[in-house]
Structures are given as structure tokens and as C-alpha cells.
């Protein structure tokens, strides 16, 4: 049998797609948290200077979203086909867009980057909601499935469903109008995969 670990700091963050596959899946990892205070000293062993690291076997494989795409593959969460696939990274390319365009607010949430929080709510954060909230319901209207993928349930799913828990937690009441996204995350949340680890995990901001 494949023996999983994965390494990232004690936050849901990138390393939480790949917790959910496995979870779904049923394979047993290690889940090894690595502290902000014993990080330092592992960052030059890591291939790119950063967590998460998923060791399949003792080998190391950088990168969350490739960590997300090969567990994906490897455990029926990658869509039905090349296709359906490639669609599906496509909208995971898209919200990591939303990611990284959210990023002055989340680093001034966590007192690591320059601005005012609450200008940057409603400059950037809330601005970016608007702007692609609605672009992510329509793909999941489109669908048709309650998924993101017309075949059902993916990996992307579990990538946006996170995001979405973080979202609300951040700003209710922008996220409230976007119905059909909530109750996305409620169904991915729900899955019976899923409930033993949801219950279980730390509650963390990020
Ligand atoms: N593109 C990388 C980004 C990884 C990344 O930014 N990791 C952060 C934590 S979320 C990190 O390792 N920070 C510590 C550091 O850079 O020293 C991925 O998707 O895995």
C-alpha cells in the first residue's frame, strides 16, 4: 500500500485539498503539521522553500496544486474525462486567480502586510466577490449536478468549498448573496466521506 504524508502548517491553507481527497477517499496519511517555529530550519530541505509537500513513499512531490491533481487522478476526483477534467482545472485556475487577487486583505487580516484591513474589505475583498462570485454560481448552474463537474464531485470542489468556509467566515454579509455557492460548500461538507474528519479537524481561520 502507497504510504501518504503530508507536510503543512497547522491551518486548512494549500494543504487542505489534498486532507479532503484523501479523506474522501479513504486512504490512511500522516497528516503532519509542521510549526511556524520548526519551519525555518526544514525550508532549505523542501524543493521549492515552501509547504505543503505531500511524500508519496518517501518521495517528495512540491506544490498544492499539483499534489491536488495527482491525488485527484489517483483516486477518481479528476472528472470523468480529459475533458471534463481540463474544465475543471480551468475553474481551479480561476479561483486561484480570486486568491491571489484577495491576497493584500487576507495578509492584513494576519498582520503581515501593509494597508488598512478595513479599507482593503471593501477595496479589494468585497470588490473581487462581486466581480466573481457570480461567474462561479453560473458554472455551477451550468452543471446541473450540485458539482462543479456535470459527472459529480471532484477535487475541485473540495478546493472551492474551502475557500467558500473562509469567505463567509471573512464577510457574511457580501457572501449571503451568493446562495447557490453556500449551499455548494454545505453539500461538499456533508458528504458522509467527509463528516468524521469535518468534525474533527482544528478550526482555523485559514
Ligand atoms: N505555489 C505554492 C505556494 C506555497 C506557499 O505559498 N506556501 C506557503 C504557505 S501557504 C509557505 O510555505 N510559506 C512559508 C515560506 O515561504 O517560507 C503552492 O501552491 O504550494
Not at 466577490?129 to 455551477?140: F, R
Not at 463567509?168 to 467527509?194: F, I, N, R
Amino acid at each position: 500500500m502507497v504510504q501518504y504524508k503530508l507536510m503543512y502548517f497547522p491551518v486548512r491553507g494549500l494543504g487542505e485539498m489534498a486532507r479532503l481527497i484523501l479523506h474522501y477517499a479513504n486512504v490512511p496519511y500522516e497528516d503532519k503539521h509542521i510549526s511556524f517555529e520548526e519551519w525555518p530550519n526544514m525550508k532549505t530541505t523542501t524543493p521549492f522553500g515552501q509547504l505543503p509537500i505531500l511524500e508519496v513513499d518517501g518521495k517528495p512531490l512540491a506544490q498544492s496544486f499539483a499534489i491536488a491533481r495527482f491525488l485527484a487522478r489517483e483516486h477518481g476526483l479528476a472528472g470523468k474525462d480529459d475533458w471534463e477534467s481540463a474544465q475543471l482545472d480551468a475553474i481551479a485556475d480561476f479561483m486561484k486567480d480570486v486568491a491571489t487577487e484577495c491576497r493584500p486583505y487576507f495578509m492584513a487580516l494576519m498582520g503581515r502586510g501593509e494597508g488598512d484591513k478595513d479599507e482593503l474589505y471593501n477595496t479589494v475583498f468585497k470588490t473581487s466577490m462581486e466581480k466573481n462570485m457570480p461567474v462561479l454560481e453560473k458554472l455551477l448552474k451550468e452543471s446541473g449536478s450540485g458539482f462543479f463537474a456535470k459527472s459529480g464531485v471532484s477535487w475541485v470542489d473540495f478546493y472551492i468549498a474551502n475557500f467558500m468556509e473562509t469567505f463567509e467566515e471573512l464577510g457574511p454579509s457580501v457572501m449571503s448573496a451568493y446562495k447557490d455557492l453556500l449551499k455548494h460548500k454545505e453539500t461538499v461538507y456533508a458528504l458522509p466521506q467527509l463528516k468524521k474528519y469535518l468534525e474533527s479537524r482544528p478550526k482555523t481561520q485559514f
